[in-house]
């Protein structure tokens, strides 16, 4: 049985990671960490896991390296999908995935590294696929702005509950917007429109526009509020 150490602050990733490696009877989840202190806590205590980070947590990654091969442990880095998978092999850590990775090429990557090999994601390799764009437009340009603005806080993690307090409207109503993106996405539940949307860059990098600009909206409004 191998141990697994989950540590990134995107909840909505961190589900969809822990979803896919509990299929398997090999691997043992033993600890989810959001920061840096709780996944340093976690290596400490659990000597000997396989340690899948978030290189958005910006560990200092020497640091880490020397407590993963002190308590013989293996890293893993969860890489952007922009970012050089060479660099983080270079430093030591056994395996790089990017946030695109598919649910097979991630536990694959974990039972290599398991076994004590090093795994270089396709990616690092191979040019992205066009298609992968292409469908991210289309999904992007089928969905309204309000509809774009539920998906931005689906990414972040909010439950309808709290959408519906940030779009100022009822529960139900966002109930009635999700069915609509579920058929335009053709996925069946938020956690594979977070995971779709990661997956595909265009939607991602629309995702993350307009979660940026509804939180400059928040700041405006907020001096108002306080007045």
């Known amino acids: 049985m191998n141990k697994i150490i ?3 602050s995107q909840a909505i990733f961190r589900a969809g990671t822990a979803k896919v490696l509990a299929m398997d009877e090999d691997l043992r989840i ?12 976690a290596i400490t205590t659990f ?27 293996r890293g893993i880095v969860v890489a952007e999908n922009n970012e050089n998978a060479a660099s983080y092999l270079q430093q030591g850590f056994r395996g ?4 695109s990775v598919t649910g097979p090429a991630l536990v694959e990557c974990v039972r290599r590294v398991a076994a004590g090999d090093t795994w270089v994601p396709t990616q690092a390799v191979q040019p992205e696929v066009p298609e992968e764009d292409m469908v991210g437009a289309r999904v992007r340009d089928r969905l309204t ?47 594979e429109l977070a995971l779709f949307t990661i997956h ?16 400059a909206e928040a700041q405006q409004a907020a001096p108002g509020a306080v007045a």
């Open 145 to 191: 702005p309000k509809e774009m603005r539920i998906v931005a806080l689906i990414v972040q993690g909010c439950k309808n509950r709290e959408i519906a307090l940030r779009l100022k409207t009822t529960e139900q109503v966002i109930k009635n917007y999700l069915r609509s993106i579920y058929d335009k996405t053709g996925v069946s539940d938020r956690l």
């Open 47 to 73: 000597p000997g896991s396989i340690v899948l980070f978030a290189a958005s947590l910006q560990p200092e990654f020497a640091r880490l390296a020397m407590l993963l091969e002190t308590t013989g442990s």
């Open 96 to 99: 790089v995935v990017f946030r």
């Open 30 to 41: 033993i600890a989810q960490c959001t920061d840096l202190e709780r996944m340093y806590h």
């Open 200 to 215: 595909h860059r265009v939607l991602a990098r629309a995702a993350a526009e307009m979660g940026n600009k509804m939180e």
């Open 6 to 8: 989950l540590a990134d």
